[in-house]
């Protein structure tokens, strides 16, 4: 009976409402977080950091940014590439054109700039409700990609609108080896993922739940309804923005505009549609699914018909069953592999016993 | 002025095959609540298929008649696999398993036909014409009259049948439509294979102007905005959508984007629907409903 | 004829439906601490109503006099910023939240901080988490929620749901509380277990409340003061006892000749 709750009980309001409310959840958070930063550095290899755990952290920040707009607001969203682009090129610009600005600070600024930009093409939202507002978002979309394309000086004038990821240094320390950036971008995503779960679990996450549920009696008892849209909106081009920088400059190191298109928008909403919207955690499990899946997908493939089925091909099946997953996902388990968990979790506490 | 008008009749023209993909949209729409995003992914399957197959040595009547038993099997599959799977869900989940369906559907059509381009040619040149002075593509003229004539047999099918008037009866309440006997299923059936065959001879269209290719697919993205100007639910409203998006698309292109740097095609119907969306956010021709609480 | 005990008066309210008369100049007031019905056959204009007065539809004509304020056009954050809660006929709560968050999200008017106080828990935000948990913990208690606080409220039962949609419009501390059928589908015990908490609700806050009821026992045994509306019409007005002899009233109910 390892995960055995009696006994554990809650004596004040303050605790009730702590991330985790049991003792081994609150162990195997800290024990986790222990193993990410300590131990996975000395036994990650270069391959891990650069094509799997970067990408995989990155995405899950994407992913966050996208399931506090869909998966919370309830505003669903095919622009999250966009918003990623401008936080990328506005992080760049800002530690390009200010003098001095440490790396965190442009950063931020930078993420502050794409909530700026998701809050405008949020605008629309505060009058056209459904799938309506998907116009706005893919506007978002190839508007963000045609600027910078067509407007080089956002990326210094460089040809094709490429940016460059600068020297990574962060209070006085070089992060610029595989597993420094692996390091740097764990830090970032871990503080964001918890401050994510401090929103939705408070008065604004509330808010933007009863808004998605149901926004006429949210209206009725007293809740501004465009407010709430628009601080979803904000909040989430904020993560957005910010894992766009990271995706540029922690994993890729250069990037083009186009490496932010609709397929990339696409491939973050697949990230929660198999997550699971609603939850923090189900971006994570998604986020690994996607970086996953493909690396399995190829060596089996190698593995089993020792490259008998060609790159072409394989792609092809792989879009196949990612499109067949996301329909399978979104009829039999609507709440994603975050609800998969439960499941098991739920399973665990009434352990040895079936029900 | 010639020139002004040159451009705003060509953009029309073009704007006509907008009007072609998104009535596919419009039916599916009407009849099951979804905003069908794998339409354009149902384009690309059904002129790789055509192309194909004729490319094979089959002849036009018999690849076109193949093709079409081909979209009306894929439609019984997605009715069966998918929508019954996922009736009285929210839109937005209907949309996002639309998503999915474009996956496999583009991945399908690529993994049995090829991601190579193929040229497809249907016996029109493109010598362009002259009427009143104003030059016009004789292949444009010649798109728009047979997308004309499918749009009024359309209109009778919708219209004049039976069909048409469960469809309408589905569109307004799917329960009530239930409750007096209309076989929903049948009816998913039926108006997901006409949406098939919308499809094939936009493709077809498509294909033979710029070669049948994956980018046939993102016709979707073109659909999209000329729906939101015309209304989800109007058939009327995705050909006035259509040419509208088509006019203002190539007249903006022409006058407005040699000032700001050009290639502003992509995002510029979106802009548009926006600011309709602003003034009418039912679009043109669509229902405003009443919500009731 | 405004006196210092009317809460709520409607003048000459009409309302239509592309073109349908919902409401016709309908005019009546409801005194503070008072529970006013409003009855009348399916389709008189009781919901569309109750839905004028706080904004949810906007009248086409005649005002509301709200707390002696007189507004053309309620808005529901308005009303809901001066004292008014309610609740749907068709059940209108958050259905993918639990209970405690149903009824914390009727509180969110209470909040004094902003949301990057709460994030980073500084300034008013620690105070106002706790009051706000137990203004909810007391309204749980009080309509006896407490085994369901953590149940997902989709997943409850409808007569339940009923009950936590009245805590969500309680947790705010209305002074004017619309209730939309709040006894609709429910049986015999539930309708006497709902007529107490709306009672009690009443002694216990001094909560003016204006309900929409189809059994006419519990309207008659509930309310102070009965409105029957007919076919977008006032055809009755007054106390229980006068309302029961009216007999236009007896007409639109038994379906005698007009």
Redesign the interface.
């Known amino acids: 009976m390892l995960y055995k709750e009696s006994g554990q009980f809650v004596t004040t309001y303050r605790f009730d409402k702590r991330f985790f409310r049991l003792k081994q959840e609150r162990l195997a958070f800290a024990l986790l977080l222990a193993f990410a930063f300590l131990v996975v550095p000395s036994i990650g290899n270069d391959y891990w950091f650069s094509a799997i755990l970067i990408p995989f952290l990155v995405l899950s920040l994407a992913g966050l940014g996208l399931n506090l707009l869909t998966g919370y607001a309830g505003q669903l969203s095919l622009g999250s590439a966009a918003f990623m682009a401008v936080g990328a090129f506005a992080t760049y610009n800002f530690n390009l054109r200010i003098e001095g600005l440490p790396l965190i600070i442009s950063l931020i600024l930078g993420g502050l700039t794409a909530g700026g930009v998701g809050l405008v093409f949020g605008l629309p939202s505060l009058r056209i409700k459904g799938f309506y507002l998907i116009v706005s978002t893919l506007a978002a979309q190839f508007f963000v990609q045609w600027v910078f394309t067509n407007f080089t000086w956002f990326s210094n004038n460089s040809s094709s609108g490429v940016i460059t990821a600068p020297p990574l240094h962060v209070f006085g320390s070089d992060f610029n080896s595989p597993v420094g950036r692996y390091l740097l971008t764990l830090t970032v995503v871990v503080a964001l993922g918890l401050l994510a779960k401090t929103i939705v679990s408070g008065e604004l996450g509330r808010k933007w739940m009863a808004v998605r549920d149901m926004d006429t009696a949210a209206a009725v008892i007293g809740i501004s309804v465009p407010k709430t849209k628009l601080l979803a909106f904000a909040i989430s081009s904020f993560y957005l923005g910010i894992a766009g920088a990271l995706w540029a400059f922690t994993y890729l190191g250069t990037v083009e505009p186009h490496g932010f298109d609709l397929t990339r928008s696409f491939q973050i909403l697949f990230i929660i549609i198999i997550g699971g919207m609603g939850s923090i955690l189900g971006n994570f499990l998604g986020a690994a699914f996607i970086v996953l899946f493909p690396i399995l997908l190829s060596n089996l493939s190698s593995g089993l018909f020792a490259g008998a089925i060609d790159p072409g091909q394989l792609e092809n099946f792989q879009k196949m069953i990612f499109g067949a997953l996301i329909i399978f996902f979104l009829i039999k388990e609507p709440n994603g592999l975050a609800k998969v968990w439960q499941t098991v979790k739920q399973r665990l506490r009434v352990w040895p016993l079936r029900f | 002025m010639n020139f002004f008008l040159e451009v705003f009749t060509g953009g029309l023209l073009a704007g006509v095959m907008y009007s072609l993909v998104a009535i596919g949209f419009v039916l599916i729409y009407k009849a099951s609540g979804v905003f069908n995003f794998a339409q354009g992914s149902m384009v690309l399957f059904a002129a790789l298929t055509f192309v194909s197959l004729v490319e094979r040595g089959i002849p036009f009547w018999g690849a076109f008649a193949i093709t079409l038993i081909t979209m009306a099997v894929l439609a019984w599959l997605i009715e069966v696999l998918v929508l019954r799977q996922l009736v009285n869900r929210s839109p937005i989940t209907l949309f996002m398993a639309t998503l999915g369906l474009s996956y496999i559907v583009e991945g399908l059509a690529q993994a049995v036909w090829g991601a190579q381009v193929h040229a497809l040619d249907i016996g029109i040149n493109d010598e362009p014409y002259e009427v009143f002075g104003i030059l016009l593509s004789q292949f444009d003229l010649f798109a728009a009259g047979i997308a004309g004539g499918l749009v009024a047999l359309l209109g009778f099918l919708f219209n004049k049948t039976r069909i048409g008037i469960s469809l309408r009866a589905v569109a307004d309440d799917q329960l009530a439509a239930l409750a007096v006997g209309i076989k929903l299923q049948r009816l998913w059936l039926i108006v997901w294979a006409v949406a098939g065959f919308v499809g094939l001879v936009a493709g077809i269209l498509w294909g033979a102007r710029v070669g049948v290719q994956f980018s046939l697919s993102l016709i979707v993205l073109k659909a999209l905005p000329v729906l939101i100007i015309g209304g989800f639910t109007s058939i009327e409203g995705a050909i006035v959508g259509g040419l509208i998006v088509g006019a203002s698309e190539k007249l903006a292109e022409v006058f407005i984007g040699p000032l700001i740097g050009g290639g502003i095609e992509n995002w510029f119907p979106y802009v548009l629907a926006m600011l309709f969306l602003l003034v009418r956010p039912y679009g043109l021709f669509g229902d405003k409903a009443i919500e009731r609480v | 004829m405004t006196n210092a005990t009317q809460l709520l008066r409607l003048d000459g309210i009409s309302l239509s ?2 073109g349908v008369k919902a409401i016709t100049d309908i005019s009546f007031s409801v005194k503070k601490g008072e529970i006013c019905a409003l009855i009348g056959p399916n389709g008189a204009g009781k ?1 569309s109503l109750l ?1 004028v007065i ?1 904004g ?1 539809y906007q009248a086409d004509e005649g005002q509301i006099v709200y707390k002696g304020n007189a507004r053309k056009n309620m808005h ?2 308005w ?3 001066r004292g008014v ?2 609740t ?3 059940i ?6 639990s209970v405690l ?1 149903n009824v ?3 509180t ?2 209470k ?1 004094k901080s902003s ?1 990057i106080e ?2 980073f828990n500084v300034g008013r935000a620690p105070a ?3 009051q ?3 203004k909810a913990e007391q309204v749980i208690a009080f309509l006896k929620l407490q085994p369901w606080r953590n149940s997902i409220v989709g997943n409850l039962p409808y007569g339940l749901q009923k009950r936590v949609e009245l805590a ?2 309680l947790a ?1 501390e209305p002074e004017l509380l619309l209730l939309d059928e709040p006894m609709a589908g429910m049986n015999a015990e539930e309708k006497a277990e709902m007529s107490r908490f709306i009672v009690e609700t009443r002694q216990e806050f001094g909560t003016t409340i204006v309900l929409i009821e189809h059994d006419i026992g519990v309207v008659m045994s509930l309310s102070d003061h009965v409105v029957v509306l007919d076919y977008g019409k006032k055809i009755g007005d007054g106390t229980p006892d006068e309302v029961r002899v009216n007999p236009e009233v007896l007409a639109a109910y038994l379906g005698t000749k007009h």
Not at chain 3, 92 to 97: E, R, V
């Open positions: 439906f592309k919901s839905n706080n949810v529901p954050q009303a809901a910023r809660a309610r749907f006929q068709n209108a709560l958050f259905k993918g939240m968050d914390l999200t009727g969110n008017l909040v949301w709460q994030v106002d988490a706790p706000q948990r137990q969500r419009a705010a």
